[in-house]
């Protein structure tokens, strides 16, 4: 967890950047999941730099980011994010950003979708548009410094304003810990800290009330993907830690294993899948269903998978789980589908 160091209050005027609109982010339009980067257009600003970084009262601390140290606001005011995950985030605690890079992926936890869609865009986490973030005056750039990006990306932010960039874990599910970065990041890290309580608590009420069922069955997490064959993801995946916490077994493929998950052709399936008693397949937010997922579950192959055969076979909304509310959300699904294995 960052910790804070104060540092004397700061006084020098604020004076934002002014970028040539002509100038665009050159990053790759791909998937912020599966995205290839490309390298950020040269981003030009006034010579005397970006704004106050002080926030409210003009005091600044010192936190950890994926590049090393960097001083924020110690209470900031205007917040754009160029990720959706932090923003996720931020309003579990009670924050709504200044602006937001789009949602590309999973969709909005639906109690967020009308607060999500007043808060202004500023293009997407492959593709950000500088000029929009600038405008917005941010006294804190926040996001996600994930592989596919340009690793100067913080560099160029933080000529706009103040920029911490957490780093990218290796397991998708390491989600907890940036949204409790993110909170604290806005001093708010009390109320993360109290979703998190909330969220362990609701896990141990599941592995305690569903222990004999818990106990006798393997699951699996399936998702479609591009180019035929499928996916079947691993423990710390999205919501597979989410399975994990509650006490879930996964099956023989993927028990044990770290990152997001492997990938299987269909006609691996039945094999791969035999000893999993319940498949959970991907789904948004609401329940939709992709069309890679969609080809996957209409497979002859897949259909054999003995789950499937014996009507165990169900979608999982919210499968890309990224913050706290967000989990609750899957532990609540899961309560009504262990009932009925």
């Not at 959300?329 to 294995?341: C, G, K, W």
Request: glycine letters at 12%.
């Amino acid at each position: 967890m960052a910790t804070a160091t104060p540092t004397r209050p700061t006084s020098r005027p604020t004076v934002r950047p002014t970028v040539r609109p002509a100038l665009r982010s050159a990053l790759s339009r791909r998937g912020f999941l599966a995205g290839t980067g490309g390298a950020a257009a040269t981003l030009v600003l006034a010579a005397c730099g970006g704004g106050d970084a002080g926030g409210a009262g003009g005091a600044t601390r010192t936190v950890t980011g994926a590049s090393g140290p960097v001083e924020i606001p110690a209470n900031p005011q205007r917040i754009v994010c160029t990720d959706f995950y932090t923003t996720y985030a931020l309003l579990d605690v009670g924050v709504t950003p200044a602006a937001t890079a789009q949602a590309t992926v999973g969709g909005v936890l639906p109690e967020y979708q009308q607060a999500y869609d007043a808060i202004p865009k500023v293009g997407t986490p492959t593709a950000l548009n500088f000029e929009a973030i600038a405008a917005q005056s941010p006294d804190l750039i926040l996001g996600t410094q994930v592989p596919s990006l340009p690793a100067d990306l913080g560099a160029q932010l933080s000529g706009i304003g103040p920029t911490l960039l957490l780093p990218a874990a290796a397991n998708p599910g390491s989600w907890g810990e940036r949204a409790l970065r993110t909170a604290d990041a806005v001093n708010r890290l009390p109320q993360g800290e109290q979703l998190r309580a909330s969220y362990d608590q609701h896990a141990t009420r599941i592995r305690e009330q569903h222990a004999a069922t818990l106990g006798r069955t393997r699951w699996a997490l399936v998702r479609g993907s591009s180019g035929g064959g499928f996916f079947s993801d691993y423990p710390t995946s999205w919501s597979g830690v989410v399975l994990a916490d509650a006490g879930f077994r996964f099956g023989q493929f993927a028990e044990g294993k770290t990152g997001a998950g492997g990938r299987l052709s269909y006609e691996q399936a039945p094999a791969q899948l035999e000893d999993c008693d319940v498949v959970l397949h991907l789904a948004d937010t609401r329940g939709g269903v992709d069309a890679n997922t969609q080809t996957l579950l209409a497979q002859p192959a897949f259909q054999q998978v003995r789950a499937v055969r014996e009507g165990r076979l169900f979608p999982l909304p919210n499968y890309y789980c990224s913050h706290y509310k967000q989990g609750d959300a899957v532990q609540s699904y899961l309560e009504t589908i262990v009932p009925r294995v």
